[in-house]
C-alpha cells in the first residue's frame, strides 16, 4: 500500500513530535507544521490525506484550517487537537466534519488508534470508488472476480440480502474474501453512504472489546480521561463486521445479544442507553452450530446472527476462477510496483491451476505479488513462484528434488481427474485401477468432485 502523507500542525514542539513519530511507526509519511498558512500553501502543492490540527495557533484557528479543508479536499481526515476537553469543541469540529479530536496531553495509545481509523476510513472510501467503477464496467459483485456457477451463486444471494436490513453470518475458510463480500453487502445497500466499521473479536478481553463496540464513560476505568463513544455508535446508520466471532468470550455474548434483541447500547459507565441503527454482520471461520452444541456459543445468539447464511467456496471449489483472479491480481501488482507483467509461462500457469491453494483466494494474491515484485521481464517463470511450485514442477519432470510418494499420487490423480471433468470411470480406465480403489484414494486425499 502507498504510504499515507499526513501532517501534524501544531506550535508546541514536543507535542507535535510525539504524533509525527507515532505515525512515522505506523508507516505514515509525516510532516510538521508550526503555523496554519504554510501548512495551506503545502496542502494546495501536494495534498495530506491525514492531518492533525492544533485549535490554537498562533497565525490562525484551528477551526478554520477545518473548514478549509472540508471546502476544497474532501478525501482528506482530520483529526483536531485541543488542551481543552471540551465537548462543545468536540461537537463543533464533528459536526463541520472532523473524524475525530485528541486532548493533550496526547497518549500514543489514541494516536495510533484514529490514525490506524483513519488510514482504514481512506483505504474504505479508495475500494469503494473502485467497485462503483467495477459495477459500472461489468456489474458484478463489488470486488469480486468470477464466472463460476457457485461464484454466480454467492453474487446472487450478495445482491438481494443487500437490499434488506437483516443480520448476516458469514461462514468461509480463512482467505476466501469474507470481509470483501460484508463490504459488498455495505456498499449495495441503502447504507453505503454510512459507516462500515471492521472489529476483529479475536484475542481480546471481554474489557477491551465491550470498551471498543459500546464505549466509554469519562471516569468508567483507570484512563478513561475524557467519554469516548463505540464502533457501534460510530457506525450510525451504517454496517458492522464482527469477524471471528466464534472468538468472543462468553460472557460477551449476553451484552451482544442484548445489542441485537434491544438495538441500543450502554457505554461502560454509563446509565443512559443510546439507541442503535446499524446492520450486523457475522464473520467465522469456524462451525458455530458444533460450538453450540458444545455450549461455547450461545444458541439464542446464533439464530439472532444467522437470519441469512453465506457459505463462501474455497477456491480449490472453483477452479474455473483461477485464469481470472490471475488476470486481476497481475493488473493490481503491475500497477503498484510499476511494472509491465502481462504474460504467465504455459508451464508456470499449468502448476497454478493445479495447486490446492490451502490459503484460498488470499494465497493466490500473494503468490502473485511475489512473482510480478521478482519477474525481470514482461512474463512470469515458473522461477519466480514460491519453493512448492518448483518442486511440484521438479516431481513432473523426473529430477531435482523430489515430492513424497504419495504426494505425487495425489497430484497426478488430481490432474487426471481435473483432466476427465471428474469422471470417474473414464480416470478410473486411464489410471488403470478399479473404481473402488479410485474411490478410496480420492477419499483419503480428500479429492472431491
Known amino acids: 500500500m502507498t504510504s499515507i502523507r499526513a501532517a501534524v500542525i501544531d506550535d508546541e514542539e514536543p507535542g507535535a513530535r510525539l504524533i509525527a513519530r507515532v505515525l512515522e511507526q505506523e508507516g505514515f509519511s509525516v510532516e510538521i507544521f508550526n503555523l496554519g498558512h504554510p501548512f495551506l500553501e503545502r496542502m494546495r502543492q501536494q495534498p495530506f490525506q491525514v492531518v492533525f490540527i492544533d485549535l490554537h495557533l498562533p497565525d490562525m ?64 472510501r479508495r475500494e469503494n470508488r473502485r467497485l462503483k467503477l467495477a459495477m459500472g464496467r461489468d456489474n458484478l459483485i463489488p470486488g469480486f472476480v468470477g464466472t ?7 453474487f446472487a444471494v450478495v445482491k438481494k440480502v443487500a437490499q434488506v436490513n ?15 463480500v460484508a463490504r459488498a453487502i455495505h456498499s449495495l445497500s441503502p447504507r453505503n453512504e454510512k459507516p462500515f466499521v471492521y472489529f476483529n473479536c479475536g484475542g481480546f478481553t471481554e474489557e477491551l472489546i465491550a470498551s471498543e463496540l459500546f464505549g466509554h464513560e469519562k471516569g468508567a476505568f483507570t484512563g478513561a480521561t475524557s467519554a469516548k463513544p463505540g464502533l457501534f455508535e460510530a457506525a450510525s446508520g451504517g454496517t458492522v463486521l464482527l469477524d471471528e466471532i466464534g472468538e ?12 441485537l434483541q434491544e438495538r441500543e447500547v450502554l457505554r461502560v459507565g454509563g446509565i443512559k442507553p443510546v ?16 460450538l453450540v452444541n458444545s455450549n461455547r456459543f450461545r444458541e439464542d445468539l446464533f439464530y439472532r446472527l444467522n437470519v441469512v447464511n453465506i457459505r463462501l467456496p474455497r477456491l480449490a471449489d472453483r477452479r474455473d476462477d483461477i485464469p481470472l483472479l490471475i488476470t486481476y491480481f497481475l493488473d493490481k501488482f503491475n500497477t503498484a510496483f510499476s511494472k509491465q507483467v502481462r504474460r504467465i509461462a504455459p508451464q508456470a500457469m499449468e502448476l497454478l491451476n493445479f495447486y490446492d491453494y490451502p490459503g484460498n483466494v488470499r494465497e493466490l494474491e500473494n503468490i502473485i505479488q511475489r512473482a510480478v515484485a521478482l519477474a525481470e521481464g514482461s512474463e512470469i517463470r515458473i522461477s519466480d513462484l514460491p519453493d512448492r511450485f518448483q518442486k511440484m514442477a521438479q516431481a513432473g519432470m523426473g529430477d531435482g528434488t523430489f515430492l513424497p510418494l504419495a504426494e505425487v499420487e495425489k497430484l497426478h490423480i488430481q490432474k ?5 471433468g471428474f469422471n470417474k470411470n473414464l480416470a478410473s480406465q486411464i489410471l488403470e485401477i478399479p473404481r473402488t480403489t479410485l474411490w478410496r484414494r480420492m477419499k483419503k486425499f480428500g479429492l472431491d468432485g
Not at 439507541?275 to 458444533?290: E, G, H, K, P, W
Open 416 to 420: 487426471v481427474l481435473k483432466a476427465t
Open 248 to 259: 468472543m468470550p462468553f460472557s460477551m455474548q449476553v451484552k451482544l445479544l442484548h445489542v
Open 166 to 180: 437483516c443480520n448476516v453470518l458469514l461462514q468461509a475458510e480463512t482467505g476466501t474474501g469474507k470481509q470483501m
Open 61 to 124: 484557528d484551528g477551526m478554520d484550517i477545518l473548514r478549509r479543508l472540508r471546502v476544497a479536499y474532501e478525501d482528506t481526515e482530520a483529526i483536531i487537537v485541543t488542551g481543552n476537553a471540551s465537548i462543545e469543541t468536540a461537537v463543533e469540529a464533528t459536526k463541520i466534519g472532523a473524524f475525530h479530536y485528541l486532548t493533550k496531553p496526547c497518549k500514543r495509545y489514541d494516536i495510533r488508534l484514529l490514525a490506524r481509523r483513519a488510514g482504514e476510513k481512506l483505504e474504505l
Open 148 to 154: 463460476s456457477a457457485v461464484m454466480q451463486d454467492v
Open 275 to 290: 439507541n442503535l441503527d446499524v446492520r450486523i454482520i457475522a464473520a467465522t471461520n469456524q462451525q458455530l452450530q458444533s
